[in-house]
């Protein structure tokens, strides 16, 4: 098989196409997560902790010395990563025990009621002596 003919049978999988717009789907996802928690989460817990811009947290590891631009930890840039992180978390983790919710209520429900198998060969012969005997007998 050719490397390009193998390579096209990947690439048009149905698993491939699906991944590709789960990851497009995530990147957007994870914009309005970042834009969440920057713009509407982190503002009122900065002014509950003394207007702090979480942004602009940081600590001067050095100084700027003349054209050499300050160096600096940012922690603040960090928080808010941490809470990005926890609420793409936590939305996965909801999304996921939903689905495993409706998978068990379909497992569970009644299916449809499923016809007794038909008897076997050795069985309908057993059941035609069975019946050939009662009828000699005199129906006993």
């Known amino acids: 098989m050719s490397f390009i003919k193998e390579f096209k049978e990947f690439a048009v999988r149905g698993?491939?196409?699906?991944?590709?717009?789960?990851i497009i789907i995530g990147a957007a996802f994870g914009k309005?997560?970042?834009?969440?928690?920057?713009?509407?989460?982190?503002?009122?817990?900065?002014?509950?902790?003394?207007?702090?811009?979480?942004?602009?947290?940081?600590?001067?590891?050095?100084?700027a010395v003349g054209e050499t631009p300050?160096?600096?930890?940012?922690?603040?840039?960090?928080?808010?990563?941490?809470?990005?992180?926890?609420?793409?978390?936590?939305?996965?983790f909801v999304?996921?025990?939903?689905?495993?919710?409706?998978?068990?209520?379909?497992?569970?429900?009644p299916a449809e009621p499923v016809a007794p198998p038909a008897p076997t060969q050795e069985e309908v012969l057993l059941t035609e002596i069975r019946d050939l005997l009662k009828a000699r007998s005199g129906g006993v």
């Open 32 to 63: 309005i997560v970042s834009s969440f928690v920057a713009d509407v989460v982190m503002p009122p817990i900065g002014l509950l902790l003394g207007n702090a811009d979480f942004s602009e947290l940081a600590v001067v590891l050095q100084p």
């Open 70 to 92: 300050e160096v600096l930890l940012r922690y603040g840039t960090f928080i808010q990563t941490v809470v990005d992180f926890t609420i793409v978390a936590l939305a996965v």
């Open 15 to 22: 698993n491939v196409i699906d991944m590709a717009v789960g």
């Open 95 to 109: 999304a996921i025990k939903a689905i495993n919710s409706l998978k068990r209520k379909e497992e569970a429900a």
